[in-house]
């Protein structure tokens, strides 16, 4: 006589297993939303700090830095949470509205932390700091 699990006691693994990942997906999907809200708010905080480290050292605010690329021009990984209104770059006024085009709910949060931060309105650069 062999010493074996039964088909029942396996069938009741199996059960048990898919009950547990059916539990753990939703969760994981949730903290990767949350993950990609806070690179993208991190991100637009670091391109606005960016312009003005840019225009306090040239007197240009162009936002052609690596963060103000993640945030404002990949439009292929979704990152179009905000609008960036830069019309004249030598004023060292920039806007940054919530009037991207995504609609996932990563972006929602993001906007909604950007708006905790007071990351959205216009910046005024000048000096050695941002200046509201």
Known sequence: MRKAFTMIELIFVIVIIGILSAAAIPKLAATRDDA???AAVTNL?????????KYTASGNDEASTAACNSVFQNAGVSYDCWTLTNTDTTDGNVTVN??????????????????????NGTHQFGASKIIR
């Open 45 to 53: 905080s670091t391109c606005i700090m960016d312009i003005s480290t």
């Open 98 to 119: 919530n009037g991207g085009a995504s609609t996932e709910v990563w972006c929602t949060e993001a906007r909604k932390t950007a708006d905790h931060l007071d990351l």
């Open 36 to 38: 990609k809200a806070a």
